[in-house]
């Protein structure tokens, strides 16, 4: 993979693919409270990833139209790809907010 971009996006979707289709059915099911602790935990693995390869870098990463750092880069692309995932399973699994 040439670009930076394209691979923590991948790995943003991997991410969030596994968790609400294989890890939060099993240990969370529909209770918002343990989804929300369950996430914290996938979100910040991947950070840990991107960091552990861009941390100190200087890496720009182009964000629409401007650029930002590994950290911000990847907090907002997998908010992006969350959202529309996890509405679908509150739905699914009729979590109550």
């Not at 790995?11 to 209770?31: Q, T």
């Not at 941390?55 to 992006?80: K, P, Q, R």
Request: aromatic share 20%; net charge negative; charged share 10%.
């Amino acid at each position: 993979m040439d670009s930076p971009e394209l691979s923590i996006l991948l790995l943003n979707l991997v991410i969030v693919l596994v968790a609400y289709l294989s890890v939060y059915p099993k240990l969370a099911g529909n209770s918002f409270n343990k989804i929300s602790f369950y996430d914290m935990f996938t979100s910040g693995f991947a950070l840990l990833v991107v960091g552990l390869n861009y941390w100190g870098s200087g890496h720009e990463f182009s964000l629409l139209t401007f650029n930002v750092n590994w950290f911000w880069f990847t907090l907002v692309t997998y908010g992006a790809i969350e959202i529309p995932i996890a509405i679908w399973y509150f739905k699914k699994q009729d979590v109550k907010v």
